[in-house]
């Protein structure tokens, strides 16, 4: 079956008995699907949860253009399927007013408002990732 989203997986999932989806671990939450413990690259069977998710993204190391892809952490807690989500933005901005209100947002969003990323079952971000994403932030013109 095809289902397009996070929205059509978890309508499929919830009403085809037996059936197995991808969809985003907060969206999982939210529709209070059940979810699969994975065996990650230690050959631990590890559910997704905060802490497995925090588990995986501890040791990275974002690379001068901030692409990074988390393919089977090594940690023995790390959940094998983590991801961050991308924010892409120009560097030079003519509006300023418009570069100030998205500088002013995305440093809430790293910094002030990560403490509501638990409550959504969001990933919060180590602290190497957001210096390194603020840095990236602050070279908006």
């Known amino acids: 079956m095809r289902a397009r989203g996070n929205e059509g997986v978890a309508g499929r999932i919830k009403h085809a008995v037996g059936s197995i989806g991808y969809v985003g671990y907060e969206f999982a939450r939210r529709a209070d699907l059940r979810v699969a413990q994975l065996e990650n690259r230690a050959g631990?069977?590890?559910?997704p949860a905060e802490t497995s998710s925090v588990a995986a993204l501890a040791d990275v190391v974002l690379p001068e253009n901030l692409r990074v892809y988390v393919p089977d952490p090594a940690s023995p807690d790390a959940y094998p399927i983590v991801t961050l989500t991308w924010i892409l933005l120009y560097r030079h901005y003519p509006a300023a007013q418009k570069r100030r209100e998205l500088h002013d947002l995305f440093r809430w969003c790293m910094t002030d408002g990560q403490q509501y990323a638990a409550a959504l079952a969001y990933t919060p971000l180590p602290p190497a990732i957001v210096s390194r994403s603020?840095?990236?932030?602050?070279a908006l013109e």
């Open 134 to 138: 603020l840095a990236a932030l602050d």
């Open 44 to 47: 631990r069977f590890v559910a």
